[in-house]
Nanobody
Framework: QVQLVESGGGLVQAGGSLKLSCAAS????????MAWFRQAPGKEREFVAV????????GYADSVKDRFTISRENSKNTVYLQIDSLKPEDTAVYYC??????????????????WGQGTQVTVSS
């Protein structure tokens, strides 16, 4: 069992940056692939980024790959999402998710076993 808690969201002006964090409970964090998803108002949840269990491999949605960076510190049971050059269309609730094992090919929400409660990111124009 893994519990995930996101933080770091907020209200930011377009062009600004945020770094989201997702803290995981449990001693087996390093065995999980981790991903970030987001859901904007009135839209379906969408994949944003994924990182392998050891951080050696990452993957991004085409819409964010030049601006978002996913990373992890297994010693701190934490995964991060650095978001640069924020745009109003990045406004959404951002969720982290965990999958035992896995790899960076898993990019569908239903493929993940554990989810956080989400953190709101609002970008003003």
């Amino acid at each position: 069992q893994v519990q995930l808690v996101e933080s770091g969201g907020g209200l930011v002006q377009a062009g600004g940056s945020l770094k989201l964090s997702c803290a995981a409970s449990g001693r087996t964090f390093s065995r999980y692939s981790m991903a970030w998803f987001r859901q904007a108002p009135g839209k379906e949840r969408e994949f944003v980024a994924v990182i392998s269990w050891n951080g050696g491999s990452t993957g991004y949605a085409d819409s964010v790959k030049d601006r978002f960076t996913i990373s992890r510190e297994n010693s701190k049971n934490t995964v991060y999402l650095q978001i640069d050059s924020l745009k109003p269309e990045d406004t959404a609730v951002y969720y982290c998710a965990a999958k035992p094992g896995g790899n960076t090919y898993y990019r569908k929400g239903y493929e993940y076993d554990y989810w956080g409660q989400g953190t709101q990111v609002t970008v003003s124009s």
